[in-house]
């Protein structure tokens, strides 16, 4: 197949942007001179920001610190299913008002976020709350509410729960979807 000059001046026309654009770029073209002309790309993976992983590991402490590892796994499941598994969507997730009963006070303006995190950082679980976030950004993360978007504790009757689907008791926190 002859590779026709035109096409390959206007492919550079466009991606000439984005290679300037450098590593700060959403993606970065690379043309490959073979026989036939290719682009490829890669997209990077979002990295989140330091606020962003305090702020999701706090909503794991103050939810369910005294749960254990089970109980944050859990709801570190229900903030990855609520946000389609895009960690750029996790500490928005945790900071839409009501949602979360712990950070009520901080949706609602009664209390900072920079509080909310200090008081999360005193915990002695707190580290293994980082780890968990970090866990929940990788492929590999294994759900173990099988699909959950809710929960509440154990026994409360709560009207919302009528209409979904248990999945899993985890400690004392039941799990719907």
């Not at 000439?16 to 970065?28: M, R, T, V």
């Not at 946000?83 to 901080?106: K, Y």
Request: charge should be neutral; hydrophobic fraction near 45%.
């Amino acid at each position: 197949m002859k590779t026709e000059p035109g096409l390959l001046a206007a492919l550079a026309v466009l991606c000439l942007p984005l290679i300037a654009g450098g590593a700060d770029g959403y993606f970065i073209p690379r043309i490959v001179t073979d026989e036939p002309p290719t682009v490829s790309f890669e997209i990077p993976r979002y990295a989140m920001t330091a606020i962003e992983r305090d702020t999701v590991a706090a909503c794991l402490v103050l939810e369910a610190a005294s749960q254990g590892q089970p109980g944050m796994r859990g709801v570190m499941a229900v903030i990855r299913n609520r946000a389609r598994g895009l960690p750029e969507l996790f500490a928005p997730t945790v900071l839409r008002e009501r949602q979360f009963s712990a950070f009520n006070p901080i949706t609602s303006g009664r209390e900072t976020l920079t509080h909310a995190i200090a008081r999360a950082q005193h915990d002695r679980t707190w580290e293994v709350a980082v780890a968990i976030v970090d866990q929940a950004l990788a492929d590999t993360w294994n759900d173990p509410t099988g699909g959950a978007t809710h929960y509440t504790r154990s026994g409360e009757n709560i009207r919302w729960t009528h209409v979904l689907a248990k999945t899993v008791t985890i400690g004392a926190h039941s799990f719907y979807r």
